[in-house]
């Protein structure tokens, strides 16, 4: 009897729990549908931040950088990255550079295909590296415009390493060789480590990546002064807004 008196309410307390809880999981999918359906509704306002927790997908990549990881990593490859970045851009920087004969893996080939155009930053012993070797014939093969960035190294002492010409085919070496040669004639940015200007490097690369998506036809993001990206030497861009 004592346990009887015990059940009952419990087994009336019960349903009403779970009606409760299913009432208010309810409300809790209205609630989220309501927000997704006003997303949708209102895709370009800005005060409205499309929530993570569904997909957000990534950003296209749009300027691919070559560099020799061991060389450049921490130095020019980062500083230009850091502008690009700082200016809108999404660039790619390949941080599988220092493996050297590593075939080239789909999420490079991807950023590959998404850039419109390549920054190469030779440096003196680029030519040491296949993995950049391809990727330059990559974009070459691709028709991407170039940037080339000469650092510490002058044009015409690009060169394909012995050791290269060594283990590749003579088609491959050929390959490589031809893409420097193609390289070397491009006009591009001179860069001395001992005595150049960094900040003016880094500004230098966003003027010429500008002027490479304007020929492109391409927009370029928009900057003003006091947004982040803004770099005083680089002027307002106004393009890009229209
Ligand atoms: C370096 O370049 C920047 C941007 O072009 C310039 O404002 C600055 O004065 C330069 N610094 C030196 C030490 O020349």
Same mark, same amino acid.
């Given at each position: 009897?004592?346990?009887?008196?015990?059940? &009952?309410?419990?087994?009336?307390?019960?349903?009403?729990?779970?009606?409760?809880?299913?009432?208010?999981?309810?409300?809790?999918?209205?609630?989220?549908?309501?927000?997704?359906?006003?997303?949708?509704?209102?895709?370009?306002?800005?005060?409205?931040?499309?929530?993570?927790?569904?997909?957000?997908?990534?950003?296209?990549?749009?300027?691919?950088?070559?560099?020799?990881?061991?060389?450049?990593?921490?130095?020019?490859?980062?500083?230009i990255?850091?502008?690009l970045?700082?200016?809108?851009?999404?660039?790619?920087?390949?941080?599988?550079?220092?493996?050297?004969?590593?075939?080239?893996?789909?999420?490079?080939? =991807?950023?590959?295909r998404?850039?419109?155009? /390549?920054?190469?930053?030779?440096?003196?012993r680029?030519?040491?590296?296949?993995?950049?070797?391809d @990727?330059?014939?990559?974009?070459?093969?691709?028709?991407?415009? &170039?940037?080339?960035?000469?650092?510490?190294?002058?044009?015409?002492?690009?060169?394909?390493? =012995?050791?290269?010409?060594?283990?590749?085919t003579? @088609?491959?070496v050929?390959?490589y060789?031809?893409?420097?040669?193609?390289?070397?004639?491009?006009?591009?940015?001179?860069?001395?480590?001992?005595?150049?200007?960094?900040s003016?490097?880094?500004?230098?690369?966003?003027?010429a990546?500008?002027?490479?998506?304007? @020929?492109?036809?391409?927009?370029?993001?928009?900057?003003?002064? %006091?947004?982040?990206?803004?770099?005083?030497? &680089?002027?307002?861009?106004?393009? %890009?807004? /229209?």
């Open positions: 009897m004592f346990l009887l008196r015990l059940l &009952l309410p419990l087994c009336l307390l019960l349903p009403l729990d779970l009606l409760l809880h299913y009432l208010n999981h309810r409300s809790t999918i209205a609630a989220v549908r309501e927000t997704s359906l006003n997303l949708r509704s209102q895709p370009h306002h800005p005060s409205v931040q499309k929530p993570c927790w569904i997909k957000c997908p990534r950003k296209p990549f749009n300027i691919f950088l070559v560099h020799r990881g061991p060389d450049t990593k921490e130095k020019e490859a980062a500083l990255y850091d502008y970045r700082g200016s809108g851009y999404f660039p790619f920087l390949d941080v599988e550079s220092l493996m050297p004969g590593k075939k080239i893996p789909d999420g490079i080939d =991807e950023a590959l998404e850039s419109k155009l /390549g920054v190469i930053i030779f440096s003196p680029f030519g040491e590296s296949r993995h950049c070797l @990727e330059l014939v990559r974009l070459m093969e691709m028709g991407k415009p &170039l940037l080339p960035i000469f650092c510490d190294i002058e044009p015409s002492e690009l060169r394909v390493a =012995e050791y290269c010409m060594g283990r590749d003579a @088609e491959k050929k390959e060789r031809d893409a420097l040669d193609e390289a070397k004639q491009v006009q591009g940015l001179r860069f001395q480590r001992s005595t150049g200007n960094w003016k490097l880094g500004r230098d690369t966003v003027k990546v500008d002027g490479i998506f304007v @020929e492109l036809g391409e927009e370029c993001p928009p900057r003003h002064e %006091g947004s982040p990206g803004f770099y005083p030497g &680089l002027g307002a861009t106004s393009f %890009g807004q /229209g």
